[in-house]
C-alpha cells in the first residue's frame, strides 16, 4: 500500500497523521507494564488505602512527578520511580483494578492488542500467593474486556508474567507462567536492572518454556549493548526482544552503506521481533533526542521494529503519542505505521486463530 498523504514542506511528515488519527488506528502494544501505567487517580486512590506515602496529592502533580523523576538517563533510577505503584498493588482488588482500567485505557487509545507485563513476586507483601495475584490480574482484564465488548470496542489483552532479573525466582514464575493459560497468561519476561544481571541468569527458566512451548521476550540492548541482545538470543532463544536498540552499535554507519556486525546481521535476518518504546529510551539515556534515537534507521534497515509505550504513566505517553513522534520526527507515514503494527500482530503471544482475528481487525478498520 503506497500514501498518498500530503507532505508537510517545513517537517516532510504527512498533515493527514495527526494524534487525533493515529488514535483511531487500530494498534497493537506489545510492551506495556502494567504497573507502569496507572492512572494517577488511581494510584493516588489505592495508595492512601493502603498508608502509602506518595510524593504528591493530587492527580496532575503526581503526573508531573512520575514524568520528571523518571528523566534522569539512568535505567536503574528510572526503575525506582515503581516502588511507588508496587506498592499501591498489593491486594487482588487493586490488581483487578489496574488490570481492569489498562484494557479501557488501551481502547481508548484505539488499541485492538494489547500485553500488560508485571512481576507477580513483586504483590506478595501483604500476603497474597502468586497464584492469587495472577487470577487477580487475569479477572481484571476479563472484566475490562467485557466491558469494552458491552460498549462495541472489542479488544483482546493477554497478560506476560514477568521474573526480576536480579532475584532468583525465575524458574518458579515461568513454571507459574505455564500453569495458568486460564488467567490469559500468554508468555513470559524478565526485566529490571540490565547491568550485571545477564539473560543466561535465568537459564534454567527459559530451558524450561522452552520445554513446555511457552513463549517468552527478554529485556536486552537498553542498559547494555550487542552483547545483550546477542545473549538473549543464540544462548537463551529470546521469541522477542524488549528493546534492543543498542543494537544500532554494531552497525557501522560511517561509511556509504551501513554496514552490520555479527550481532546485528543475525538478529535481522532471524526477523526477531524488537519491542522499541522510544519515549521510554529518552528517560533512561539510549538517545539524547528523538531524531538521535536508532528507532528510525533500524525500521529502515529491515529489522522487525515494533512500537510500544513500557510505561504509560512514567513516560506520559500512550501508543498513538509514541507513532505521533516517529511522524513528526522522522516523516513517518501512514505505511511505516502500518508495518510496524503488521509486525506486531506477527510477533503476538496468541494462537494462529486468535492472531487470524487480530490481523483481520486491522485490515477491516485500516484506512485504504
Same mark, same amino acid.
Given at each position: 500500500?503506497?500514501?498518498?498523504? #500530503?507532505?508537510?514542506? *517545513?517537517?516532510?511528515?504527512?498533515?493527514?497523521?495527526?494524534?487525533?488519527?493515529?488514535?483511531?488506528?487500530?494498534?497493537?502494544?506489545?510492551?506495556?507494564?502494567?504497573?507502569?501505567?496507572?492512572?494517577? *487517580?488511581?494510584?493516588?486512590?489505592? %495508595?492512601?488505602?493502603?498508608?502509602?506515602?506518595?510524593?504528591?496529592?493530587?492527580?496532575?502533580?503526581?503526573?508531573?512527578?512520575?514524568?520528571?523523576?523518571?528523566?534522569?538517563?539512568?535505567?536503574?533510577?528510572?526503575?525506582?520511580?515503581?516502588?511507588?505503584?508496587?506498592?499501591?498493588?498489593?491486594?487482588?482488588?487493586?490488581?483487578?483494578?489496574?488490570?481492569?482500567?489498562?484494557?479501557?485505557?488501551?481502547?481508548?487509545?484505539?488499541?485492538?492488542?494489547?500485553?500488560?507485563?508485571?512481576?507477580?513476586?513483586?504483590?506478595?507483601?501483604?500476603?497474597?500467593?502468586?497464584? %492469587?495475584?495472577?487470577?487477580?490480574?487475569?479477572?481484571?482484564?476479563?472484566?475490562?474486556?467485557?466491558?469494552?465488548? *458491552?460498549?462495541?470496542? #472489542?479488544?483482546?489483552?493477554?497478560?506476560?508474567?514477568?521474573?526480576?532479573?536480579?532475584?532468583?525466582?525465575?524458574?518458579?514464575?515461568?513454571?507459574?507462567?505455564?500453569?495458568?493459560?486460564?488467567?490469559?497468561?500468554?508468555?513470559?519476561?524478565?526485566?529490571?536492572?540490565?547491568?550485571?544481571?545477564?539473560?543466561?541468569?535465568?537459564?534454567?527458566?527459559?530451558?524450561?518454556?522452552?520445554?513446555?512451548?511457552?513463549?517468552?521476550?527478554?529485556?536486552?540492548?537498553?542498559?547494555?549493548? #550487542?552483547?545483550?541482545?546477542?545473549?538473549?538470543?543464540?544462548?537463551?532463544?529470546?521469541?522477542?526482544?524488549?528493546?534492543?536498540?543498542?543494537?544500532?552499535?554494531?552497525?557501522?554507519?560511517?561509511?556509504?552503506?551501513?554496514?552490520?556486525?555479527?550481532? %546485528?546481521?543475525?538478529?535481522?535476518?532471524?526477523?526477531?521481533?524488537?519491542?522499541?518504546?522510544?519515549?521510554?529510551?529518552?528517560?533512561?539515556?539510549?538517545?539524547?533526542?528523538?531524531?538521535?534515537?536508532?528507532?528510525? *534507521?533500524?525500521?529502515?534497515?529491515?529489522?522487525?521494529?515494533?512500537?510500544?509505550?513500557?510505561?504509560?504513566?512514567?513516560?506520559?505517553?500512550?501508543?498513538?503519542?509514541?507513532?505521533?513522534?516517529?511522524?513528526?520526527?522522522?516523516?513517518?507515514?501512514?505505511?511505516?505505521?502500518?508495518?510496524?503494527?503488521?509486525?506486531?500482530?506477527?510477533?503476538?503471544?496468541?494462537?494462529?486463530?486468535?492472531?487470524?482475528?487480530?490481523?483481520?481487525?486491522?485490515?477491516?478498520?485500516?484506512?485504504?
Amino acid at each position: 500500500m503506497t500514501s498518498t498523504a #500530503p507532505a508537510d514542506p *517545513r517537517t516532510g511528515s504527512p498533515r493527514t497523521l495527526d494524534r487525533t488519527r493515529l488514535r483511531d488506528l487500530p494498534k497493537v502494544a506489545l510492551h506495556d507494564h502494567l504497573d507502569g501505567g496507572l492512572r494517577p *487517580r488511581t494510584l493516588l486512590e489505592l %495508595a492512601a488505602e493502603v498508608g502509602h506515602p506518595l510524593p504528591a496529592d493530587t492527580p496532575a502533580a503526581l503526573a508531573d512527578w512520575f514524568f520528571e523523576a523518571a528523566n534522569s538517563g539512568s535505567l536503574e533510577r528510572y526503575l525506582e520511580t515503581f516502588e511507588h505503584t508496587v506498592a499501591a498493588m498489593q491486594t487482588e482488588a487493586a490488581l483487578h483494578r489496574v488490570a481492569y482500567e489498562f484494557v479501557l485505557d488501551q481502547v481508548d487509545d484505539g488499541v485492538v492488542y494489547a500485553e500488560a507485563r508485571w512481576a507477580p513476586e513483586q504483590h506478595q507483601r501483604r500476603g497474597l500467593t502468586l497464584a %492469587a495475584a495472577v487470577r487477580a490480574v487475569g479477572d481484571g482484564l476479563k472484566d475490562g474486556m467485557a466491558a469494552a465488548r *458491552r460498549d462495541g470496542h #472489542p479488544i483482546i489483552v493477554r497478560q506476560l508474567l514477568t521474573a526480576m532479573r536480579h532475584a532468583d525466582r525465575g524458574l518458579e514464575i515461568a513454571e507459574l507462567t505455564a500453569r495458568h493459560e486460564e488467567d490469559l497468561v500468554a508468555g513470559f519476561d524478565i526485566a529490571g536492572a540490565e547491568a550485571g544481571f545477564p539473560p543466561s541468569r535465568q537459564l534454567d527458566a527459559f530451558r524450561y518454556l522452552e520445554h513446555e512451548g511457552v513463549p517468552y521476550t527478554i529485556h536486552a540492548g537498553e542498559a547494555v549493548g #550487542p552483547e545483550s541482545v546477542r545473549e538473549a538470543v543464540e544462548v537463551c532463544h529470546a521469541s522477542r526482544i524488549g528493546h534492543g536498540v543498542r543494537l544500532i552499535e554494531d552497525i557501522d554507519l560511517t561509511g556509504p552503506e551501513p554496514v552490520l556486525g555479527e550481532t %546485528a546481521a543475525l538478529v535481522r535476518d532471524a526477523r526477531i521481533p524488537l519491542e522499541v518504546c522510544p519515549s521510554s529510551n529518552l528517560q533512561t539515556g539510549v538517545a539524547a533526542t528523538m531524531a538521535d534515537h536508532p528507532v528510525d *534507521r533500524l525500521h529502515r534497515l529491515g529489522f522487525e521494529v515494533t512500537i510500544s509505550c513500557d510505561n504509560r504513566l512514567v513516560s506520559r505517553t500512550t501508543l498513538s503519542r509514541e507513532y505521533a513522534l516517529l511522524v513528526e520526527t522522522f516523516g513517518w507515514t501512514l505505511d511505516d505505521v502500518r508495518t510496524t503494527v503488521d509486525r506486531a500482530v506477527r510477533a503476538a503471544f496468541v494462537d494462529d486463530d486468535t492472531r487470524e482475528r487480530i490481523a483481520g481487525r486491522v485490515d477491516r478498520t485500516w484506512p485504504h
